[in-house]
């Protein structure tokens, strides 16, 4: 058997602080820096914390290998007022490699990522 793959889709993406609208945020300094003293690569993603949750009922137990809706927010925090927000909102799909535990934890599920 073979495992789908996933659809991902972009579905907002903020380059400015909904606050105070400064663009110094923590995550994406850290991140350049490591690049420019060859700690990291290109293709690190800047994300303080990285939320999901799977839209699955505890009632409706998915297949193991198929796929549910999963919404993910990619987190940041202004290093000029402090507010921690998403920088990047992404709709995708997670593959079910076991029985999920509790709605909204990751235990299990293997996706975007
Ligand atoms: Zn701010």
Known sequence: MTTPKPKEELLGEFNECPVCKGTNFLMNK???????????TEDTSPCLL????????????????????????????C??????????????????????????TARGVQGFM
Request: contains cysteine.
């Open 50 to 77: 990285l939320m999901s949750a799977h839209a699955v009922s505890q009632k409706h137990i998915p297949l193991i290998g198929s796929l549910i809706p999963t919404g993910v927010a990619i987190t940041d925090t």
């Open 79 to 104: 290093l000029d007022c402090g507010v921690v927000f998403s920088r990047k909102i992404l709709r995708t799909e997670s593959v079910i490699m076991s029985l999920p535990q509790q709605p909204g």
């Open 30 to 40: 850290l991140v350049k820096e490591a690049i420019a003293e060859g700690k990291t």
